[in-house]
């Protein structure tokens, strides 16, 4: 079994903990681009992160 197997067996049996995790970057990357923009771009940043939370919600499906 290649390693890239053994990671994807592990990515498995952890995927809720994956995708929680994934959502919570989402949400900082999000936050500290609407900082960093000051606000002018929030709809854009928003339909990002919004599409980043839809792949991790996808990660199940990947197995």
Known sequence: ?????????????????????????VDKVSETARHATGGKHDDKIDKVADKAKDAADKIDDQR
């Not at 290649?2 to 970057?25: P, T």
């Open 1 to 25: 079994m290649s390693m890239f197997d053994k990671a994807k067996d592990k990515l498995g049996e952890n995927s809720e903990k994956v995708e929680e995790a994934a959502k919570k970057g």
